[in-house]
């Protein structure tokens, strides 16, 4: 089957929006979006392991998470749940922070995400706008990460900067 | 002063000169006359995107020339670039798990 995936980026508003479809009724995906066993089975990716600590889905609520490097590092991500349209769509403010979910003191960029859903026929279509705060943190962390350079340290710095930034896109 | 890429591109003024420039190199009169704003104002943005490590400057007579340094605005694309295939490999686990799921479900 072939399944719609669109990815854009508008740099003007620091906006990143994708678009992506799933071969499953609109529960099942609500589900897998929205539970801590679902998401921690396909959150991961190359070698990294997605781990919940708390997720507390409502409105006020949040979900602390992390990607775990095979070497057994773990990179924190807290995404607070702003606004829940049950079956319809949800907001988090996503940002940083340490294993208890205290804001990280090297790293304040933060994001807006909005998930939404809508049902098709044996499809649902999911919709992630993605809208950074700020992309200082990026443009700086591609300066100062050895990206330029394309060392292999680099890009391994490169690679751990992604895992926290993903995991704020609660995809 | 070093600055940020994204101050360049957070103020419509500099993106609408980004576009101009990046189709051909001109001076600082020739990218006035397409706004309706002082020549200073214009002189500002253009120190900003060259603080901003965005401008090469030619000198040619008496005229200097600004263009695009297009090199900048590739770091971003190949950072997004990275971030769309990861989305995309999380996204083909998500598959594999519905299918699963479904199944199971039968």
Request: with cysteine; glycine share 4%.
């Amino acid at each position: 089957m072939n399944l719609l995936f669109d990815f854009t980026v508008d740099k003007a508003t620091n906006t990143i929006c994708i678009t992506r479809e799933f071969a499953a009724d609109l529960d099942l995906v609500w589900e897998v979006f929205t539970k801590a066993e679902m998401l921690d089975q396909w959150m991961g990716f190359k070698g990294f392991r997605a781990y919940t600590k708390e997720l507390d889905f409502q409105e006020g609520g949040r979900w602390l998470h992390a990607m775990i490097t095979p070497e057994n590092v773990a990179f924190w991500s807290l995404a607070e749940f702003i606004k829940i349209d049950p079956k319809s769509s949800f907001t988090t403010r996503n940002s940083f922070c340490d294993e208890n979910g205290n804001p990280s003191t090297t790293n304040f960029t933060s994001s807006l995400t909005e998930t939404s859903f809508k049902a098709g026929t044996g499809i649902t279509t999911v919709q992630i706008v993605k809208k950074m705060e700020s992309l200082e943190q990026l443009e700086k962390f591609i300066a100062n990460g050895g990206f330029k350079e394309g060392t292999a340290a680099g890009y391994a710095n490169l690679d751990k900067f992604l895992l926290t930034l993903v995991t704020k896109t609660n995809s | 002063m070093r600055r940020d890429i994204f101050q360049a591109i957070a103020d419509p003024t500099r993106r609408a000169i980004l576009v101009l420039i990046a189709v051909q190199a001109m001076t600082p009169n020739a990218i006035a006359e397409h706004f309706d704003i002082t020549r200073q104002s214009i002189s500002k943005h253009l120190r900003i995107l060259s603080e901003c490590d965005l401008l090469a400057h030619k000198q040619e007579g008496r005229e200097i020339y600004y263009e695009l340094k297009i090199d900048k605005m590739k770091e971003i694309d190949i950072w997004l670039d990275q971030f769309r295939k990861i989305m995309e490999e999380k996204f083909q686990r998500l598959d594999q798990l519905l299918y699963n799921l479904k199944n199971k479900k039968k």
